[in-house]
């Protein structure tokens, strides 16, 4: 099973600025990870896929990168509706496995 | 539109049996697999396993075989989730997911959730 390691766990960062989240596979899954977004009281949102590519209607400040282990999801200038829990995914091999998940709070 | 519409939620007695489903529209849905998500009280995502309802393909976490049994029903769009013998630390928020193209790839499209709580 591939562990996926999210840091960190909690980030602070007040409105307008930049948010960097990282995920870690436990072995390569090439470009095959997804990063989803859930608010309190909320399904899980689709944000990007295919490491890189924004979800339909996803807006540009965020964007994904990296490949085979290392990932990194940025959130170029924090908005008050993107205070949530982020968690990415590998979908290369079975099972499939999430991150434990980064919250990102307001400084 | 595509839409996965989940039955409500459930408060169960420990030992007894449930099943949960989860209605698909606006797409076809026995062209995509279905997967199960579990969520504990205040915690992260867990993935369950997979149907493919065209042909019924099901597949499993280790952690959840032999502890859950999917299902699903292509004559009325619906898969299901389901249990003979609740326990309490079955309690938790289910959801279902459609992945976008193939059994290799990412969910697209969450239903809300059902939230199952196994209490005595």
């Known amino acids: 099973e591939i562990a996926m390691t999210q840091s960190p766990d909690t980030l602070s960062v007040s409105p307008g600025e930049r948010a960097t989240l990282s995920c870690r596979a436990s072995q390569s899954v090439g470009s095959r990870l997804a990063w989803y977004q859930q608010k309190p009281g909320q399904a899980p949102r689709l944000l990007i896929y295919g490491a890189s590519t924004r979800a339909t209607g996803v807006p540009a400040r965020f964007s994904g990168s990296g490949s085979g282990t290392e990932f990194i999801l940025t959130i170029s200038s924090l908005q008050s509706e993107d205070f949530a829990v982020y968690y990415c995914q590998q979908y290369d091999n079975w099972p499939l496995t999430f991150g434990g998940g980064t919250k990102v709070e307001i400084k | 539109e595509v839409q996965l519409v989940q039955s409500g939620a459930e408060v169960k007695k420990p030992g007894e049996s449930l099943k949960i489903s989860c209605k698909g529209s606006?797409?076809?849905?026995?062209?995509?697999?279905i997967g199960w998500v579990r969520q504990m009280p205040g915690k992260g995502l867990e993935w369950m396993g997979t149907?493919?309802?065209?042909?019924?393909?099901?597949r499993y976490s280790p952690s959840f075989q032999g502890q859950v049994t999917i299902s699903a029903d292509e004559s009325i769009n619906t898969a299901y989730l389901q249990w003979s013998g609740l326990k309490a630390s079955d309690t938790a928020m289910y959801y279902c997911?459609?992945?976008?193209?193939?059994?290799?790839?990412?969910?697209?499209?969450w239903g809300l959730g059902t939230l199952v709580t196994v209490s005595s």
């Open positions: 606006g797409y076809s849905f026995m062209a995509h697999w």
């Open positions: 149907i493919y309802p065209s042909d019924s393909d099901t």
């Open positions: 997911a459609r992945y976008s193209t193939g059994i290799y790839s990412h969910f697209d499209y």
